[in-house]
């Protein structure tokens, strides 16, 4: 599967934005997608993560309550909604994709594909 994130860019802290990840192919619902991120020096964190039919969810305390991951089967495509933005939420985003298994995977390794990244920064 391919995958290619969108929607970053700059916003003033307390803001909102909705990053994309376009999935190719047609079998979409086979995996469970997450968000990563990547702040400049510092290791890939695990930002959230859907299961292959969007009924199941797990997200960081970091990002908890303002942070929602959602996918749309349909369109073959993931979202994450990002609310209430802080300067620490400054990153390069990346959507991950693996085939999905009994558990969802909150550890990067764990993932076979991954996007492109989209920037945020978060100004204060």
């Known amino acids: 599967v391919q995958l290619q994130a969108s929607g970053g860019g700059l916003v003033q802290a307390g803001g909102s934005l909705r990053l994309s990840c376009a999935a190719s192919g047609r079998t979409f619902t086979k995996y469970d997608m997450a968000w990563f991120r990547q702040a400049p020096g510092k290791e890939r964190k695990f930002v959230a993560v859907i299961n292959g039919r969007g009924t199941e969810t797990t997200s960081s305390q970091a990002v908890k309550g303002r942070f929602t991951i959602s996918r749309d089967n349909a369109k073959n495509t993931l979202y994450l909604q990002m609310n209430d933005l802080k300067p620490e939420d400054t990153a390069e985003y990346y959507c991950?994709?693996?085939?999905?298994?009994?558990?969802?995977?909150?550890?990067?390794?764990?993932?076979?594909?991954w996007g492109q990244g989209t920037q945020v920064t978060v100004s204060s």
């Open positions: 991950a994709a693996r085939v999905s298994d009994y558990l969802l995977s909150i550890v990067a390794p764990d993932y076979d594909y």
